[in-house]
């Protein structure tokens, strides 16, 4: 009999993993997929998670960015310096998730891999776990399983509140000139943006719409952006994918149970960032289920509660500035992207070292007359 169990091996679960493992509690980790195992996304990670772990992340890291250049379809440039701390880390997800559960591992944890969950079922005060390989046992189970996963409608969460983005995303080897440039693109993609972050051996191209609307030809969008770069996006598989934007507070636990990660719907809805959120709820979830497991009887709502206080209130600033960009991004470029602080306010953003609240009300004003009147 496990302390807890935990399904799913990426940014969430491994932080519960590492944090739970880290107080002496008995930690299994089941994961479907066999480790390392890539992961559609662009690897961006904002460098505020080294607050919350003990040890260096600088195996998990391709590069370190500490610029970024926006462009409005293609043109009318803007670049500026990260003016931060540290930069952003561009990672790729197969080495950074894996990186993360071997930190776990190392604090005590057990992880099965090529495990997949095909049910779940609560036995008076602890969960039986059914896998393709068997059955485990656990007091406690954190549903980290993804966008895609089963384990929040098993543990009966039907009607998840989020906002359901979508994106495609291709990795093409290339030889990178700057490896210190992240570039966004607006204007070529309705409702979001198109991406390129650098990696050491190539780049992650991407694009994603993330208030919804007409269809449009992602591969065709994308096709066009690569070749702003002299690359080609047909020599390299791409992959669609789901995004589990956070569109308002919900109840994230249940009969000993939480939901971290994509699975609590925790993706910030404006630029569309799930590895800092995800790690930050596995965090959060693994001080909650230490503290029920200690004895508290209210520590799975507080974790609910510390969700919705802690990031509920900053994406929902998220949300109304989402709202107003991307209905009207040629407004956004000219009056947020173009003004000589708005490329340094979307670095510091991205590295977690400004809050959307700091920034947020004056922003809304310039897009939105009479906002605040």
Request: glycine residues 12%.
């Amino acid at each position: 009999m496990y302390e807890c169990i935990i399904v799913g091996a990426g940014p969430a679960g491994g932080s519960a993993a590492y944090h739970l493992a880290k107080q002496g509690r008995s930690v299994l980790v089941l994961e479907k997929a066999s480790l390392p195992r890539y992961k559609p996304c662009g690897g961006g990670v904002s460098p505020a998670i080294a607050q919350w772990f003990d040890f260096d992340f600088s195996p998990a890291i391709s590069v370190k960015a500490d610029s970024i250049r926006f462009t409005w379809k293609l043109d009318d440039s803007v670049e500026a310096k990260i003016a931060t701390k540290e930069p952003v880390w561009m990672v790729r997800r197969d080495v950074f998730d894996h990186f993360l559960v071997q930190q776990a591992q190392k604090q005590g944890a057990e992880l099965r891999d090529n495990t997949e969950v095909t049910g779940i079922e609560f036995k008076s005060d602890y969960w039986q776990v059914n896998t393709a390989n068997g059955q485990v046992t656990g007091h406690y189970l954190i549903a980290a399983d993804g966008v895609k996963g089963s384990m929040p409608k098993w543990l009966g969460f039907k009607d998840r509140k989020r906002r359901l983005a979508g994106a495609l995303e291709a990795e093409i080897p290339a030889n990178v000139e700057n490896k210190s440039t992240i570039h966004f693109e607006f204007g070529l993609v309705k409702n979001g943006y198109i991406w390129n972050f650098p990696k050491a051996d190539g780049y992650s191209l991407g694009v994603g719409t993330f208030i919804g609307g007409e269809p449009q030809d992602f591969k065709k969008i994308l096709d066009e952006y690569a070749k702003y770069f002299n690359v080609d996006i047909k020599t390299s598989k791409q992959y669609g994918y789901p995004i589990s934007l956070w569109d308002g507070n919900q109840k994230l636990h249940t009969q000993n149970a939480v939901l971290a990660g994509e699975a609590a719907c925790v993706v910030d809805p404006f630029t569309a960032e799930g590895i800092r959120p995800s790690i930050f709820s596995g965090v959060l979830a693994a001080q909650f289920i230490n503290e029920a497991l200690s004895g508290d009887i209210n520590a799975l709502e507080n974790y609910t509660e510390a969700i919705h206080e802690q990031w509920g209130s900053e994406m929902a600033w998220a949300q109304k500035l989402a709202g107003a960009f991307y209905r009207f991004p040629g407004i956004g470029y000219k009056v947020g992207v173009k003004r000589p602080s708005g490329a340094q306010t979307m670095g510091k953003i991205l590295c977690g070292e400004l809050r959307y609240g700091d920034v947020a009300g004056r922003a809304l004003k310039r897009l939105i007359p009479g906002f605040g009147g």
